[in-house]
């Protein structure tokens, strides 16, 4: 059986701890920007926890996959995620070397490690699919630009063709850069109301069988907070 080598996978280097009270913070910011009151039903928290220690831990699988019912946050999860990382490293890198010598080492450690974290990029899936529709193959176009995503996330996955016409040729977006993140081990959040069967038909086999692979799946069991 041929399996893919794994190369060594991301180190999100704040404790989990740490990591999830940031992004607690950053999920109340998402709901409160959205003109809604955070509702503390113990969901969200246990979620936030499951999404940190995913983040930190490095024997966890490299991908991650939120399932669950319409309006449950998934995609409020993703954006204060995206959010939180893009902010604390962009606030690591403009940090003087001067101050980041004079901490203490472990400190250093982390200023470093957060300063070269990948940038996080986030499309719906519907976005990717049109962005390959346009795309002239060009590495300054916006499908080249999502494919080379160092850390990309995904959001509803299922909710866009899952074919579509690049001036007359067809094009799986979805799926070719599934393929292309499993090969080479890239790190991807996908959320979608699918669940692994409805992706297996939806989809094909061979693309479920490879999210089965990278990713963690962190179920969500609440209803909808759209009220």
Known sequence: MCRTTQKPRFRFPLSKELTTDLLLQAYTAQVAARGMSFVDDGYVKHYVAEF???????AQKNSLMLCGGCGTGKTTLALAFMTMANTLS?????????YVERMPMDEQRNIYLMSHFPRVR???????????RRSKEDRTDEYAIIKRSQFLII????CEPT????FGTSVTPITDIIYER?????PTIITSNLDSSQIRTE???RVADRLNEICKVLGYKNDSYRR
Do not use: F
């Not at 940190?52 to 490095?58: C, G, I, N, R, S």
């Open 203 to 205: 989809y094909n086999p």
């Open 122 to 132: 986030m499309y719906t899936a519907q976005e990717i699919a049109d962005a390959a």
């Open 52 to 58: 940190a220690a995913w983040l930190t831990d490095p």
């Open 163 to 166: 074919e579509v016409k690049n």
């Open 155 to 158: 959001d509803d996955l299922g």
């Open 182 to 186: 499993y090969a080479s081990m890239s």
């Open 90 to 98: 962009d606030k690591a890198y403009k940090i003087p070397s001067i």
